[in-house]
């Protein structure tokens, strides 16, 4: 495979002009996993080398290329032009061939099991019933849950398969595509609903400084971003409770401890036999669209596609 590159910059002197070789596979694989997840460490975990290895490997890959692939930065590296260009050229012919030899068909092998990684309301509320007919046909899970940055770190790293992500993914190395819209709304239990009566609608939302609030966090990022969107200032709040886990801000409200914002998703049942009254119904509320992130590359468990499938098709009833 010829690697002759029309980028004059990140130039590597290296004797007198020739050629470039043809570069060894593996030089490139290894040039795609560090490509693909932002650090030599990373790529070595997902190879299972050791990073002197991979950092040999890709100096002998840029001599050969006569061209400087990545720059390192204190944490990880970041790809060159010429690095964008060649990912691109050798992304879809190497990903094709760990495809074509990989370890058999689904029939033929017993697949490891699918490392999926998002937020734990949703997983546990939307994602693991949605998945139960594949998990009846032999695929198996490992979950993790956590907050979507750090998610998306370890999937970059190799220990996740695929994310769901609450925002998009930033930079060029993973790919992710739109899973589902969550619709944001401002509740309360009906005892609450009833002291407030009409008044939230006729004196604005100062209304509610008189009911506590019930948030997972202190700073309060889903109440202050409806505050903005819904009512058009800011929130001057404090929280009566914070619990890390939406279904247990969910459980506060409905027991009378305040009110709070949720995804409507989270609490349509308790809204539909009233256990929780809406306080306002804007016409415009905000939205959030959660992505579905996926492991850089080609690893051969056919059972990755299985659940990414399934839950992209779910989606579009939710």
């Given at each position: ?63 050969q290329t006569r061209r400087e692939l990545f720059e390192r930065l204190p944490r990880g590296v970041a790809p060159t032009t010429v690095a964008d260009e060649l990912a691109a050229r050798v992304a879809g012919p190497l990903d094709a061939l760990a495809a074509a030899t990989g370890r058999g068909t689904l029939e033929e092998t017993r697949a490891e099991p699918v490392h999926l990684a998002g937020p734990a309301e949703w997983l546990c509320t939307v994602a693991l019933p949605a998945l ?187």
């Open positions: 495979m010829g690697l002759t590159l029309a980028v004059v910059s990140h130039e590597i002197p290296d004797g007198p002009a020739a050629a470039p070789a043809p570069a060894d596979l593996n030089l490139l694989r290894t040039f795609l996993a560090v490509y693909r997840s932002g650090s030599f460490t990373a790529a070595a975990h997902l190879l299972g080398l050791s990073q002197p290895t991979v950092t040999t490997q890709i100096r002998s890959l840029e001599r139960g007919p594949l998990l009846a046909q032999g695929v198996r899970l490992r979950v993790t849950t956590g907050l979507t940055d750090a998610l998306l770190d370890e999937l970059r790293a190799g220990r996740h398969d695929l994310v769901v992500a609450t925002s998009r993914p930033r930079g060029r190395t993973l790919t992710a595509v739109p899973l589902a819209d969550e619709e944001f709304v401002l509740v309360a239990a009906p005892v609450w609903a009833e002291r407030i009566g009409g008044r939230l609608a006729a004196d604005g939302p100062g209304v509610l400084h008189e009911v506590p609030l019930v948030t997972y966090a202190e700073d309060l990022p889903i109440v202050r971003r409806y505050w903005r969107h819904v009512f058009d200032r800011r929130l001057n709040c404090r929280a009566a409770v914070t619990v890390p886990d939406l279904r247990g801000v969910r459980a506060a409200v409905a027991g009378g401890a305040g009110f709070s914002v949720l995804p409507r998703y989270l609490c349509a049942d308790e809204l539909a036999r009233g256990a929780l009254v809406l306080l306002a119904d804007p016409e415009d509320p905000p939205i959030n669209t959660s992505f579905l992130a996926q492991r850089p590359g080609a690893f051969g468990n056919p059972h990755v596609a299985r659940v990414r499938d399934h839950l992209l098709e779910a989606a579009r009833s939710w």
